[in-house]
């Protein structure tokens, strides 16, 4: 893990521009749209490769609960971490509405890998990785944080001009799904990239799957290709 930015791994930018989204996160039509239609896809593909009744899970970079009520609606027991005080107060009031208990810490991987390694049976990491100055640091304290046999499941963009295209030009520019401006085209990484940085940790990479987003549906679905959209899932190795 690098020491030297783990203490301050974010961008106030990124933070504020999240946060400003808040109180529209939990609308299905609002303008996190295909982050609910990706949402079933990212469940499935976790629920398909790790027990989630009675297993400790963490959600690291929460946003306001979407993934974490779902984990927590499958029978985990979820902690979810995020920065943003905005995204956290209606992650919290919308447990309250739906009853799905799920433990909302302001507290960054990094600080929380120090506190209590090994402490989950799964980690979760969902569209975050590009939004981070030090992604190796993320995965780093990720992969401190599980048990042995436990597994990392990480979502991100590939750097290519396919992901620039769809996720970029179209999805924020011309079909308007995303604000302007949700990403930066230097900041997504290649799975070769995140390979690498999984290998640092000590994990070994179980799965690399596409996830496509269909917009004339609203929905997603795992596919073959992974130029644009990519799921990941890694495993820490026994003793």
């Known amino acids: 893990m690098n020491t030297q930015t783990s203490d301050r791994n974010f961008r106030q930018a990124e933070l504020d521009k ?118 190796a640091s993320v995965i780093g304290a990720c992969a401190a944080l599980l048990r042995p046999g436990g597994r990392l499941f990480l979502s991100t963009l590939n750097r290519t001009p396919a992901a620039f295209a769809l996720a970029i030009v179209g999805a924020e520019y011309v079909a308007r799904i995303l604000p302007k401006g949700t990403h930066q085209y230097r900041d997504f990484i290649r799975p070769s990239e995140l390979a690498a940085w999984l290998r640092e940790a000590g994990l070994r990479l179980e799965d690399v799957s596409g996830l496509m987003y269909e917009p004339w549906r609203n929905a997603a679905r795992l596919v073959s290709r992974t130029d644009v959209n990519y799921l990941a899932c890694a495993r820490k190795p026994e003793g």
């Not at 959600?59 to 779902?70: I, M, N």
């Not at 956290?88 to 890998?113: C, F, I, M, N, T």
């Open 18 to 135: 999240f946060g400003a989204l808040a109180q529209r996160w939990w609308d299905p039509q609002g303008p996190q749209k295909a982050l609910h239609a990706l949402n079933p896809a990212r469940l499935g593909y976790v629920a398909a490769r790790t027990e989630l009744r009675g297993a400790r899970v963490l959600d690291v970079g929460c946003g306001a609960g979407l993934l974490s009520e779902a984990l927590a609606g499958e029978g985990a027991q979820v902690t979810a971490l995020d920065l943003s005080p905005e995204l956290l107060k209606v992650a919290r009031l919308h447990g309250l509405e739906s009853g799905v208990r799920v433990d909302y810490r302001q507290q960054s991987v990094e600080s929380l890998a120090a506190e209590t390694p090994g402490a989950f049976d799964a980690v979760t990491c969902m569209e975050m990785l590009e939004h981070v100055p030090d992604p």
